[in-house]
């Protein structure tokens, strides 16, 4: 039987990644943060070395301003990508968007009755649209097993687990890397960190090797 805790804590790591991944935080949301920064669910060596670097962001007090910029520089918001978020691009053979990868990753959504916010207008293979399945499914599986039923949150746990086998892990890993090296601020550095981070524990948790 799965641990709800450790569940829910996956969760919460995936949505926060998820959400800063897609998008620079306002400076409210970057408050909110620092507030919680010790709170931070999961622990590993990259986790504690991105903690490290959101720790550097907040006392340098790097700007939501600096962290926009950079993210747009990076992931390509507005211009082109230093490092593209983009599954296919780094999978397909052409290295275009809305290739093969992100029809797979459309339909794996399906799996839990989802479908990318920006359908046919976003490529649904962003990672940060990936990680936040992931922490859905883990959020299913909580709900399945506090209803009692714990072949229902199996199930859900292995649509996440072959999720992250088949659609993170062959990518994420050396786009992550190549963020970390290429980023300017402490902040996105960090988050690349927490992301390399948040995939070995879940792998770690629900074999998903």
């Known amino acids: ?7 829910d804590d ?23 943060l620092w507030e919680l920064l ?12 991105g903690l490290a670097e959101l720790t550097a962001s907040r006392r340098e007090t790097e700007s939501s301003d600096a962290i926009r910029r950079d993210h747009d520089r990076l992931y390509g918001d507005t211009a082109a990508a230093v490092v593209p978020p983009y599954e296919s691009v780094h999978r397909g053979l052409d290295g275009l968007v809305f290739d093969e990868q992100t029809l797979e990753v459309r339909a794996a959504y399906r799996g839990l009755s989802l479908q990318a916010p920006r359908l046919n207008r976003e490529p649904d293979d962003h990672i940060g649209l990936e ?11 909580i709900d399945a097993l506090d209803a009692g039923d ?9 649509i996440g687990a072959a ?19 290429r980023a300017h601020t402490h902040f996105m550095r960090g988050v ?9 524990s879940y792998v770690e948790l629900v ?3």
């Open 1 to 7: 039987m799965q641990d709800i805790e450790r569940l």
């Open 10 to 32: 996956m969760a919460a790591a995936f949505s926060v990644l998820g959400r800063f991944h897609r998008a620079a935080p306002d400076e409210y949301t970057l408050l909110t």
């Open 38 to 49: 010790d709170e931070w669910p999961l622990d590993s060596k990259d986790a504690r070395l």
């Open 131 to 141: 990680f936040d399945f992931v922490a859905r499914s883990c959020l299913r599986a």
């Open 150 to 158: 714990e072949a229902e949150a199996e199930r859900l746990i292995g």
């Open 163 to 181: 999720f992250v086998r088949d659609h993170l892990l062959p990518w994420a890993p050396e786009m992550l890397a190549t963020a970390i090296g």
């Open 192 to 200: 690349g960190l927490l992301s390399l981070g948040a995939l070995a």
């Open 207 to 209: 074999d998903a090797s």
